[in-house]
C-alpha cells in the first residue's frame, strides 16, 4: 500500500494524492488546490501549532500516552540515575555522550567561562530593589550579545560552539547575580573547583566564609532537576528560540526571546501555583473538599495534566523520588504530605482516571525548590538555566536543516476589503474592533 493521501476537492471534483512522509503530510502539498488559476491556492489553519510538525527534529522524544521521555534516545530515567547535566547538556547539543577526553575538554570549556564582563554588573545595579530575577535575566542575556559582536556569524562552526559553551556557561552567574541584587547582597564569584550546581549554590548563598561548600545531596538534586529540564521539544520556548534564530540574529538575543517565552505563567508558572494551592489547603482533612470543588469547575488542580502526556509524567515520578532524600537534609516540607495525599486521592477518583490527568513535572518541583530555600521568583530562572542546553541545540538543528528558512506563518485575513480614507470631520464614531 503506497504512502500517500488521496484527497477530493467537492468545490472542483477533483482528486490530489499527496505523500505521507514520517507520518505526515506537506502543507505545502494543499497549495496545488485551487478552484481556479488566480486561486492562491488551500492553506491549512492551525492555531497553537495543535497538530502541526514545525520542524524534523532528533534531539528529543516524548510519548505522552505511555510517559516516555528520551534526549537523543536515552531515556530520562537513566540520565537522571547515572549522568549529570553538563554530560546531558553535551549529549543534547552534540547528539552523542562524549568520551571522558570530550566531557573534560566540555567541562572545562563551560566552568573557565562562567565570569561575565563587569559592566554587566552595572545593568544589574540599575535594576531597582524589587526587580523581578527573570526581567534581570532576560535583559542581561541580550547585553551579552553587546560583549560578543562576533556571535553574529552564526554559520561559523568554531564561534557558534564558542557561543553555546559561553551560554551554558554563563546563565547561572547572570541568574546568581540577579538574585543577590534583590536581596542587596555582594555578588558573589564563580568558583572553579565546585561542580556546575555547586558553583550556582555558591554564588546564590555564599556569606562570608572564605569557601562555600555546597551540601552534596542538594547540589546532586540541583543537577538531577537540570537534567529533567534540559529540553522538552518542540515547546513555547523552544519554539520562540527557533523562531527568533531564524532569521540569524545572535543566540544570546535569540536566547532573550526564549526566556521571555518561558517566563509566562502558562509555561513555567505552574510549580509556584502548585504551592499556593497547597498552602490554601493547608491540611489533610481539607482534600476531599478541596478536589469536590476542582471536579465542580471551580479551579484546576494545579500540577496535574499535560498537553501531551496523558500518563505519569516521567520527570514527576523522578522529582517525587528526590523529594524524600532533600527534605532528610533540609527538613520535611509539611506542603509534601498534602501533595501526596491530594495525588492518591485525585489518581483514584473517576474525574481525574477519565482525563487522563496525572502529576506533572511542575507538582512537586516547586516543593523541593521551596524547601532548598529559593523564593519563588526564583523558579523560572531555575528552569531558564538547565533550559539553554535545549535552547542551544534546537536553534543549532534549526541552523543546519537545509528545510528551514525565517519562519513567517500565513494568516486567514478576515478583515475589511479595501475602502477609502475620511478626513477626521468626515468620520463617525466606530466602535472599537480586537
Ligand atoms: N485540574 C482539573 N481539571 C483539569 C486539569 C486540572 N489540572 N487539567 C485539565 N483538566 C480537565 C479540563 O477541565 C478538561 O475537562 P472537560 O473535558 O470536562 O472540559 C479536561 O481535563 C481536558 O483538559 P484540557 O484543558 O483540554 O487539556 P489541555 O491539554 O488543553 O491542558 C494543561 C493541559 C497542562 C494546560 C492543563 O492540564 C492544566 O491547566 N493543568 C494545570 C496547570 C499545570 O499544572 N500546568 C503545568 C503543565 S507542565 C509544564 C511543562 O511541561 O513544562
Known sequence: MADTLTITDNRTGRTYEVPIDDGAVRAMEFRQIKVSDDDFG?????????????????????????????????????????SNYLEVAYLI??????????????????????????????FVDGF???????????????????????????????????????????????????????????YVYPDNDLSFTGNLLNMLY?????????????????????????D???????????????????????????CAALYG??????????????????SLDRIPAFIERVK??????????????KNYDPRASIIKEMAHQVFEVTGRNPLLDIALELERIALEDEYFIKRKLYPNVDFYSGI??????????????LFAIPRTAGWVAQWQEMLLDSEQKIARPRQLYLGYDQRDYLPTGQREKQSAVA
Open 368 to 381: 523541593i525548590y521551596q524547601s532548598m530555600g529559593f523564593p519563588v521568583e526564583m523558579f523560572p530562572v
Open 296 to 309: 465542580g469547575g471551580e479551579g484546576l488542580l494545579m500540577g496535574f495534566g499535560h498537553r501531551i502526556y
Open 232 to 258: 522538552h521539544e518542540q515547546n513555547c520556548s523552544a519554539n520562540a528560540m527557533r523562531a527568533v534564530g531564524s532569521s540569524h540574529p545572535d543566540p544570546f538575543s535569540a536566547i532573550a526571546a526564549a
Open 93 to 122: 547539543v552534540n547528539g552523542e555522550l562524549p568520551t571522558r577526553e570530550q566531557y573534560d575538554r566540555w567541562v572545562h570549556d563551560i566552568t573557565y567561562r562562567t565570569l561575565i564582563h563587569e559592566n554587566i554588573k552595572k
Open 128 to 186: 531597582h530593589h524589587d526587580a523581578h530575577p527573570m526581567g534581570m535575566l532576560v535583559s542581561t542575556v541580550a547585553a551579552l550579545s553587546t560583549f560578543y559582536p562576533e556571535s553574529k556569524h552564526i554559520f561559523d562552526e568554531e564561534t557558534r560552539r564558542l557561543q553555546i559553551i559561553r551560554l551554558i556557561a554563563k546563565m547561572p552567574t547572570l541568574a546568581a547575580f540577579a538574585y543577590r541584587h534583590s536581596l542587596g547582597q555582594p
Open 206 to 230: 555564599k556569606m562570608s566564609e572564605a569557601k562555600y561548600q555546597p551540601h552534596p545531596v542538594l547540589e546532586r538534586a540541583l543537577d538531577v532537576l537540570f537534567i529533567l529540564h534540559a
Open 265 to 282: 505563567p502558562l509555561h513555567c508558572g505552574a510549580n509556584e501555583e502548585v504551592l499556593r494551592m497547597l498552602t490554601q489547603i493547608g
Open 42 to 82: 488551500l492553506m491549512v489553519y492551525d492555531p497553537a501549532f495543535m497538530n502541526t510538525a514545525s520542524c524534523k527534529s532528533r534531539i528529543t522524544y516524548i510519548d505522552g500516552d505511555k510517559g516516555i521521555l528520551r534526549y537523543r534516545g536515552y531515556p530520562i530515567e537513566q540520565l537522571a540515575e547515572q
